[in-house]
Nanobody
Framework: QVQLVESGGGLVQAGGSLRLSCVAS????????MAWFRQPPGKEREFVAF????????NYAESVKGRFTISRDNTKSTVHLQMDSLKLEDTAVYFC???????????????RGQGTQVTVSS
């Protein structure tokens, strides 16, 4: 049974930074694409970023391009999301996910985490 566990969320002021981590346990996901999604309060879950199994390919939602960076360490079965220049609208529960293929829909990811709260204050 694979588990994805997110951490690193918290309360941060606008303009600040946070680094989220997602650790996979149960099996290696080194040959899986990994992604981050988020769900703002009262809104639908949305795609944030994904990264290929090798780390050689990545893609971002327009709303976070230039501010967020996704990376992975396959030796530690971990994927990170570095979030800089945070805005109020980045407030959300952030989730990680894993699948054989690069996807932008949450429902299509085979393995999915439980989420970590990020709150950006003014």
């Amino acid at each position: 049974q694979v588990q994805l566990v997110e951490s690193g969320g918290g309360l941060v002021q606008a303009g600040g930074s946070l680094r989220l981590s997602c650790v996979a346990s149960g099996r290696t996901l080194s040959n899986y694409a990994m992604a981050w999604f988020r769900q703002p309060p009262g809104k639908e879950r949305e795609f944030v970023a994904f990264i290929s199994w090798s780390g050689g390919s990545s893609n971002y939602a327009e709303s976070v391009k230039g501010r967020f960076t996704i990376s992975r360490d396959n030796t530690k079965s971990t994927v990170h999301l570095q979030m800089d220049s945070l805005k109020l609208e980045d407030t959300a529960v952030y989730f990680c996910a894993a699948d054989r293929f690069l996807r932008t829909r949450w429902s299509e990811y085979y393995y999915r985490g439980q989420g970590t709260q990020v709150t950006v204050s003014s």
